[in-house]
């Protein structure tokens, strides 16, 4: 079953959803550029080039992007670059003033981590015969990936808040200390785990397509 058949909705709609985050993050990159606010700009500026990825994937690759993987993904760098600037007149960020915003954010896009986790290594396992990967391996391997990388980013926030603050400007990132990275992490795992379980339902035609495309290239 396809994503957008889990959501209810047609694809149809969930273009146009995603087209419509697309704008609402062009309007917060401008908001941020307006406002001479680093973070804001570099959070939606950075959050809009990604949600154009599918399309290079499946322009350039002949990855197949379903219109629901699109919208996944484009909603965790919305809600993310949302969550910065907040609402207008609204003094305080998502971030700050709505508790569960950042176990959300954490929680769907380390869910989008391991999907790229999970269908790289599934790939590899269904093109090379010298690999197998049983499922309850890849359901480990899955969330040590989003583990490791959410390890990353927590250690990229912290420097990068030293940077800043020792620059004496805004921070793109803001920590706010070891009981916040913990839960980042919780959540991490939360998002790894919802992939590792579904992620053969959702991911089975993107995985197809990179499994031919690492065929291409295997030598006769």
Not at 60 to 82: C, E, K, N, R
Not at 206 to 218: C, D, F, H, N, P
Request: proline fraction near 2%; glycine fraction near 12%.
């Amino acid at each position: 079953m396809r994503v957008r058949d889990r959501l209810g909705l047609s694809r149809r709609r969930q273009e146009q959803a995603s087209h419509a985050m697309q704008l609402v993050l062009v309007g917060i990159f401008f908001v941020g550029v307006y406002e001479l606010d680093a973070g804001v700009a570099v959070n939606a500026g950075v959050g809009l080039l990604v949600t154009y990825l599918p399309a290079i994937l499946e322009r350039d690759y002949q990855i197949p992007m379903d219109a629901g993987l699109t919208l996944w993904i484009t909603s965790a760098v919305f809600l993310h670059a949302l969550g910065v600037v907040g609402l207008p007149g609204g003094g305080a960020s998502f971030y700050q003033s709505v508790w569960w915003w950042d176990h959300l954010t954490h929680a769907l896009s380390a869910s989008i981590v391991a999907a790229v986790g999970y269908t790289t290594a599934r790939a590899i396992d269904e093109h090379s015969d010298a690999v197998h990967l049983p499922g309850r391996f890849m359901f480990v391997f899955v969330l040590l990936f989003v583990l490791a990388f959410g390890v990353l980013w927590e250690v990229l926030e912290f420097a990068i808040g030293l940077g800043a603050a020792a620059l004496g400007v805004g921070s793109v990132l803001t920590q706010y200390g070891l009981g916040d990275t913990m839960l980042d992490l919780l959540f991490d795992t939360i998002g790894g785990i919802l992939v590792a379980v579904w992620g053969t339902a959702h991911l089975s035609d993107v995985v197809g397509a990179l499994t031919e495309r690492l065929g291409e290239g295997r030598p006769e």
